[in-house]
């Protein structure tokens, strides 16, 4: 007697990213109650084992897992092109706080969000951690959408476009926490101090004991640009990464973005601490903040994702392009074409990033009773064939655009490239008009 089942995925290439990286050619997934009942080849779960309520018939598909954002700035996309091709320091000090100042509000949130997820949910992306303003109203249009994410808003020393002190800001985060813990599960709260450099030692100590306490990720900027290294050294007399630790907040809840600038020293540090790092390539390059010492942390056995940053310093949120960054950059920096091979690209982009977020054990991979949060790109493209080597294929070849459809927690949320969870053209109508207010704005 066959089992019923919600949905039956039917022969496509299955890239498992499990911890024997197996492929699986002419697969199929069951999938029931929003999870990953089985996963072989399609003879061993067919439609005589198993009922499904739905087909995919996925020939000349290959299925990944969802892709996993580990750090952005989702909303900032409406701040796209803005401030380019300037330093960090001057593009945060000068264009982008005065434009937050100025236009970030709860309209503005549940707008732009709205464009973010659906560029990253049509790129592939199923989970991302967001450091930004007004998260409990992203919350709202996350729920609506089906993505997965960790939202936290960013903790200061000054003012913010929403707090008047760092009181404020957090007594706002545990009311974020308490809020998000009552929702579906799929957005989750976390801490968030922006950076060693913006935020005092007794506010980074305040916001590690919320982490503490609540069992939420502490998500922070960390030696992100030499400058900072600089600044915390005559400061404190020590790295930002030792000085974190000094501190006794760098634990294995911490998921550092860029950690571009950083010794041997602060690599070991890292590891004993079980933190996780996000690597950021695309918005580094771009911002020339420096280049995060990748192939040093995986040989340590640091935990290492990927992430966008925001689309105002990449410029866009499609973490294809990150996992093939990745996986070139580290290349010419080393002068050596094995650093950061494509299996570490797509593992980073996917069962590396769940890690991060400490996640991996119910997404990140294509295994039994995992979370149902796949992707499947269409392979009958020009730049797709011939196909060799799949693992090679999907970090080098593949890009956002071949994404055909996305599941979330069983969901489909993504059907032969079309969004079905929001009106794609009422999104990208209101970026537009947006856009058209910014452009004859002053600061």
């Given at each position: 007697?066959?089992?019923?089942?919600?949905?039956?995925?039917?022969?496509?290439?299955?890239?498992?990213?499990?911890?024997?990286?197996?492929?699986?050619?002419?697969?199929?997934?069951?999938?029931?109650?929003?999870?990953?009942?089985?996963?072989?080849?399609?003879?061993?779960?067919?439609?005589?084992?198993?009922?499904?309520?739905?087909?995919?018939?996925?020939?000349?598909?290959?299925?990944?897992?969802?892709?996993?954002?580990?750090?952005?700035?989702?909303?900032?996309?409406?701040?796209?092109?803005?401030?380019?091709?300037?330093?960090?320091?001057?593009?945060?000090?000068?264009?982008?706080?005065?434009?937050?100042?100025?236009?970030?509000?709860?309209?503005?949130?549940?707008?732009?969000?709205?464009?973010?997820?659906?560029?990253?949910?049509?790129?592939?992306?199923?989970?991302?951690?967001?450091?930004?303003?007004?998260?409990?109203?992203?919350?709202?249009?996350?729920?609506?959408?089906?993505?997965?994410?960790?939202?936290?808003?960013?903790?200061?020393?000054?003012?913010?476009?929403?707090t008047k002190s760092p009181k404020e800001?957090?007594?706002?985060?545990?009311?974020?926490?308490?809020?998000?813990?009552?929702?579906?599960?799929?957005?989750?709260?976390?801490?968030?101090?922006?950076?060693?450099?913006?935020?005092?030692?007794?506010?980074?100590?305040?916001?590690?004991?919320?982490?503490?306490?609540?069992?939420?990720?502490?998500?922070?900027?960390?030696?992100?640009?030499?400058?900072?290294?600089?600044?915390?050294?005559?400061?404190?007399?020590?790295?930002?990464?030792?000085?974190?630790?000094?501190?006794?907040?760098?634990?294995?809840?911490?998921?550092?973005?860029?950690?571009?600038?950083?010794?041997?020293?602060?690599?070991?540090?890292?590891?004993?601490?079980?933190?996780?790092?996000?690597?950021?390539?695309?918005?580094?390059?771009?911002?020339?903040?420096?280049?995060?010492?990748?192939?040093?942390?995986?040989?340590?056995?640091?935990?290492?994702?990927?992430?966008?940053?925001?689309?105002?310093?990449?410029?866009?949120?499609?973490?294809?392009g990150e996992m093939q960054t990745a996986?070139?950059?580290?290349?010419?920096?080393?002068?050596?074409?094995?650093?950061?091979?494509?299996?570490?690209?797509?593992?980073?982009?996917?069962?590396?990033?769940?890690?991060?977020?400490?996640?991996?054990?119910?997404?990140?991979?294509?295994?039994?009773?995992?979370?149902?949060?796949?992707?499947?790109?269409?392979?009958?493209?020009?730049?797709?064939?011939?196909?060799?080597?799949?693992?090679?294929?999907?970090?080098?070849?593949?890009?956002?655009?071949?994404?055909?459809?996305?599941?979330?927690?069983?969901?489909?949320?993504?059907?032969?490239?079309?969004?079905?969870?929001?009106?794609?053209?009422?999104?990208?109508?209101?970026?537009?008009?947006?856009?058209?207010?910014?452009?004859?704005?002053?600061?």
């Amino acid at each position: 007697m066959s089992k019923e089942i919600d949905l039956l995925i039917s022969g496509c290439l299955a890239v498992t990213v499990n911890d024997e990286f197996s492929i699986i050619e002419n697969a199929g997934i069951a999938i029931n109650n929003g999870k990953i009942i089985a996963i072989d080849k399609v003879e061993n779960i067919s439609t005589e084992i198993y009922k499904p309520r739905k087909i995919i018939f996925a020939a000349n598909k290959m299925a990944i897992p969802g892709l996993v954002n580990a750090h952005t700035h989702a909303a900032m996309v409406y701040f796209r092109g803005l401030a380019d091709d300037l330093p960090l320091k001057e593009w945060l000090e000068n264009h982008i706080w005065p434009a937050e100042a100025k236009y970030v509000n709860a309209e503005f949130i549940r707008k732009a969000i709205r464009l973010a997820v659906a560029e990253m949910l049509k790129s592939g992306t199923t989970i991302f951690c967001d450091m930004y303003f007004l998260p409990d109203i992203a919350a709202e249009v996350l729920e609506e959408m089906k993505i997965k994410a960790i939202l936290g808003s960013p903790l200061l020393d000054s003012k913010t476009p929403i707090t008047k002190s760092p009181k404020e800001g957090l007594k706002n985060t545990e009311n974020l926490i308490k809020k998000l813990r009552g929702g579906s599960g799929r957005i989750m709260p976390a801490v968030a101090p922006h950076a060693p450099y913006t935020c005092s030692s007794e506010l980074l100590k305040q916001a590690a004991e919320i982490s503490k306490e609540y069992d939420v990720p502490f998500h922070i900027h960390l030696s992100e640009e030499e400058w900072e290294n600089k600044k915390i050294e005559s400061e404190k007399g020590m790295s930002s990464i030792a000085y974190l630790n000094n501190l006794g907040v760098l634990t294995e809840k911490t998921i550092a973005a860029h950690v571009n600038w950083v010794s041997t020293h602060d690599i070991e540090i890292l590891k004993e601490a079980g933190a996780g790092v996000v690597h950021n390539p695309q918005s580094n390059m771009k911002l020339a903040t420096g280049i995060c010492p990748v192939p040093d942390l995986l040989k340590a056995g640091v935990k290492v994702g990927l992430g966008t940053d925001g689309a105002t310093s990449n410029n866009d949120l499609d973490m294809f392009g990150e996992m093939q960054t990745a996986a070139r950059l580290h290349k010419i920096a080393r002068k050596d074409p094995t650093a950061v091979n494509a299996k570490e690209a797509i593992w980073m982009a996917t069962k590396g990033g769940a890690k991060v977020l400490g996640l991996d054990e119910t997404i990140g991979s294509l295994e039994a009773n995992k979370k149902a949060d796949i992707v499947l790109l269409d392979m009958d493209k020009p730049h797709l064939v011939p196909l060799y080597d799949v693992h090679s294929q999907l970090a080098y070849s593949v890009k956002g655009s071949d994404v055909d459809t996305v599941i979330i927690d069983g969901r489909t949320v993504v059907e032969n490239g079309d969004l079905l969870v929001c009106d794609e053209e009422k999104i990208i109508s209101e970026a537009r008009t947006f856009s058209r207010k910014l452009k004859g704005a002053s600061f």
